[in-house]
C-alpha cells in the first residue's frame, strides 16, 4: 500500500504506471504486464530504501518489470504463441527505456483500451485507476466505496472481456477520436467526483482520487494538446480544485459558496483553468460541450469577488445551455439555485417545479423557502431530504440547518 | 482475424410477410456487401414457433419441452451472422451496418477459439 506521503512509493507508482503502457503492448496481455509492473514495484520498494535509489529509477524498473514479466509468461506455459513470441522478442530487445515518442503513444493506447465505450462506465473507472494510477487493486476499491475482493473481481472481469473481445491496443482514428474521447473524458471527470465522497465522508482514504484525476486529465492534456475536450474537463477540474481547501471548515463542517473565503481559493490553478478554457473555446467551431460549459460555470464563480458580484444572469444562461448538451437532474437543480439568485426565489421555486424531486431537491427547496421566511415548510422539506444517503458533513449541515430554522420559526 | 457472432434483436415478425419485404432487402444488400465477412447467418421464424428443450437430472432423464422462446424480451432474437473481424473495433463497425442496430439492437459476442 503506498501512502499519499511517501515520496518513494509515489515515484515508484507513477513510474510504474509509465512503464506498464510499453509493456501491456510488448507483452500483448494486460494481467502479464500488471503483474510484472507490481512485482518489479515490490522489489524496488523493499530494496531502495536499504541500497539507496538508483541513478535512474525508470530504467531499472523497466529492466526488473521486462525481467518479470519474462518469468511470468514462462511460469504460465500454456501461453498462445503470440505471447511466447513476445518473450523473445523481449530477450532480443535493448534493455533501455524506450524513447519518450514511444512512450507518449503506448500512454494513449492504454488510456483509449481503458476506456473503451465497450466497457461498462464503471469498471472504466476502475480500470484507469488500477493501470493508468497504478493504484493497488484495495486503494481503487476504497476510492470506489467497495471491497477489495469485490473489485478483485471485477477488474478480472474487464480485463477477460478486453482479451476475449479482443478490444484493440491502439490509438482512434482521427475520424472516431472526437466520439471516443469523451468517454476518456468521461472518466477522468467521474474519478474527480468519486474524489469528493470519501473526502467528505468520514471514511478516511490514503489515496487522493482528485488529484489522481487531475494528474490523468494534464497527460492527456499533453498528449493530444489540439483537442479541446481534454483542455476543457482539465479546466472543471482545476476550477473546482481551487475551491476545494475553501469548502469545509477545518472541523470537516461545508461553507457554502456564499460565506467562503474566497482568499483561501487557489489563484494560480484558477489563472490555469481560465487559459485552458478559453484555448478549448478557440478550438471548437460549433456547440460548446459539456465540459466547457460547466467550467465556464466555474469560472463565472472564481472570477467574481465576492457573492454579491456574481453574475448570476450569465450562469443561468450557461446552465441553460448545458441542459440542452446534457439534460440530468443534477443541472436541472444547479440552475434552479442560479435562477433563484437572478430573478429572486419565486423564481427559483417555479423552476424547481420542473425538476424531477430527490433528496438533494428537498434540501435546496428547504433553502429557498427558508429565505421567503416559510419556516415550517422549509423544516418539512429538510427532514424529507434528510431520509436518503449523504456523506456525513452534508447531513451535520442539514441538521444544523433545521435547528436554526426551528429556532426561527419560535421567534416569529 | 476473430470470430463474431452478431445477434440480432429486433421487433417479433414474420419475416415472409409483404411488409416485411423492403426491410429483408436491407438484410440482403449488407449480407452482399459484407459477403467477404460474414461465415454463416441465418434469419429466425418468429418467437410462437420457438421450443425450448431441457433433460431433467442428468443425460438420458425426461425431456422437457415448453412453448415459446428461452426469455421474454420486447425485443426478439430473429437472427444472426457469424463474422471474421480484426478486432472487436473492426466488429462493432460491421455490426452497425446491420439494419437490426436501427429499431433494434445487436449483440456482439466474441467466438471461443479452439486451443
Redesign the interface.
Known sequence: MTARNDPLAETVRIEGARILATLVRTVGNLQVAEDAVQEAALVALREWPRTGVPDEPRAWLTVAARRKAIDILRRESARADKEREAVDLMELSSPDPPPDGVVRDDQLRLIFTCC?P?LAPDARVALALRTLCGLSVAQVAAVLLTTEPAMAKRLTRTRQKIT?????Y?V?SDVDIPGRLAAVCGVIHALYTAGHAPLEGPAAVDVDACAEAIRLGRLLRELLPDEPMPAAVLALLLLTEARRAARTDPAGDIVRLSEQDRGAWDIVLIAEGCALLDESLRRTGGVADPYQLQAAIAAEHARAVGYDHTDWAEIVRLYDLLLTVAPSPAAALSRAVAVAEASGTAAGLAALDAVPPGTRWYAVRAELLARDGRFAEAMADVTASLAGEMTAPERRYRERRRAEWTARSRDA | MAQYLALTYTADVDWYAPEHAAELEEYRVFGRDYADRITASAVLHPTGTATVVRVTGARGGEVVTTDGPYAETKEALTGYYLLEAEDLDAAIAIAAQIPAAWGGAVEVRPVLRAK
Open positions: 473503451h465497450a476475449a473481445a479482443r478490444i484493440p491502439r482512434p
